[in-house]
């Protein structure tokens, strides 16, 4: 049976999601975490969304629900600086019974590129496009930095100029 240490550990695996408090009740799952550092960051971002909408999403089917959000406090062991941990809390009537859904909710979610960026955001070469297309340099088209290719009228007087 799927306990709440395998989401724990799914969440800590997909995302990095370090789980500081658990408080389980029959219908609810309280977990309180912090966000991961470095390259994790973005896996973490896909997995909140990716999580909230199979759970919440328009087409979703699923029992159960997931609240995500920050909760702000004092940290008075460090000088009374205000932090946030991120709230997840599962509800559904016998939730301990959907447990393994979550956990593969949690599995299934996608990574983040190695750099960081959705797929959505990654820069794919053109096929049969030549290494030097989005060089500055200029060229046929007059591409190039702001302030060195000449537009409008100052464009007309150049090309009269022979330019």
């Known amino acids: 049976m799927t306990t709440v240490k395998d989401i724990v550990g799914a969440l800590q695996q997909k995302a990095g999601y370090t789980t500081l408090s658990v408080e389980e009740k029959p219908n609810k799952l309280t977990l309180m975490g912090r966000q991961p550092p470095g390259n994790m960051q973005a896996n973490w971002r896909l997995l909140r969304g990716y999580l909230w909408l199979a759970a919440n999403g328009k087409k979703s089917t699923r029992p159960w629900k997931v609240d995500i959000s920050c909760v702000y406090f004092v940290a008075e062991e460090v000088d009374g600086v205000q932090r946030y941990a991120w709230r997840l809390i599962f509800t559904a009537p016998e939730l301990q019974n959907h447990y393994r859904?979550?956990?593969s909710v949690i599995g299934s979610s996608p990574l983040a590129s190695p750099r960081g960026l959705s797929l959505d955001e990654m820069e794919v070469p053109l096929?049969?496009?030549?290494?030097?297309r989005n060089s500055p340099e200029g060229g046929r088209r007059g591409a190039g930095p702001i302030g060195t290719v000449a537009v409008g009228p100052l464009a007309l007087a150049a090309k009269m100029r022979g330019g």
Do not use: T
Request: charged content about 20%; glycine content about 12%; proline content about 11%.
């Open 101 to 103: 859904d979550i956990c």
């Open 127 to 132: 096929p049969g496009a030549s290494a030097k």
